[in-house]
């Protein structure tokens, strides 16, 4: 059996010649949306050879192919804010619960005068 380390994620590209399989079949495999079409044994040779080979989905790829971005931005106040403020536990939860769907979290945290700044917008928000 070979082990692989690798500075740099493996792409899918490279994890389909390992397994002698055609990019569509590593893609769709990986990628969560038709590996039902192909039997256990190639699934799981598929999915072995991509955790051997530190294979991980590219998000920004990802993003680019479906329009969906996979994450929900949270704005919060600065320190000086005097309103609601989150605990470690409820955004710890937060973040669990949004992981459970696949989902990141991306968090903000944005000034009293920039909330009060009509014509500003957070990074975030710009950037996706």
Known sequence: MTHYR????????????????????????????????????????????????GYRPNASARALRTGRFGSVALLTYGAEASGLMLSAAMLAGIQEGLADMGTHLVLETVSRAQVEDRSFVPRVLREL
């Open 6 to 53: 690798r500075a740099v994620p493996a792409t899918l590209q490279q994890v389909s010649k390992a397994c002698s399989l055609s990019f569509t079949t590593v893609s769709q495999i990986l990628n969560r949306g038709n590996e039902h079409l192909y039997k256990p044994e190639t699934r799981h040779r598929v999915t072995e050879t991509a955790r051997r080979m």
